[in-house]
């Protein structure tokens, strides 16, 4: 059984940072892309950054240069370093786990909140 679990959710001034933290278990994580998203009340989940197997990575035009998708294989853990955050970052942060697992599909966590106050 594949599991997501993030954390590092919270509440924060615009221009502050958080880091989003999200363990995985019941996969081979090295091997998996592995994604965040978010959604605002009202509007669809979208992709904000993914980080491939390999290292390569890709982000949302809205928060590049501000947020850094990272990944520790040691920790099965991806991280989303959030800095300069604006309030249209506010929003439920979720981890996905892309093709996981013995019989692949997605995944997902929970979800985090992060609201950024103006």
């Known amino acids: 059984q594949v599991q997501l679990v993030e954390s590092g959710g919270g509440l924060v001034q615009a221009g502050g940072s958080l880091r989003l933290s999200c363990a995985a278990s019941?996969?081979?994580?090295?091997?998996?892309?592995m994604g965040w998203y978010r959604q605002a009340p009202g509007n669809q989940r979208e992709l904000v950054a993914f980080?491939?197997?390999?290292?390569?990575?890709n982000y949302v035009g809205s928060v590049k240069g501000r947020f850094t998708i990272s990944r520790d294989s040691a920790r099965n853990t991806v991280y989303l370093q959030m800095n300069n955050l604006k309030a249209e970052d506010t929003g439920v942060y979720y981890c996905k786990c892309f093709g996981c697992g013995p019989s692949p599909r997605d995944y997902w966590g929970q979800g985090t909140q992060v609201t950024v106050s103006s």
């Open positions: 019941g996969t081979i994580f090295s091997a998996s892309t």
């Open positions: 980080i491939t197997s390999g290292g390569g990575t």
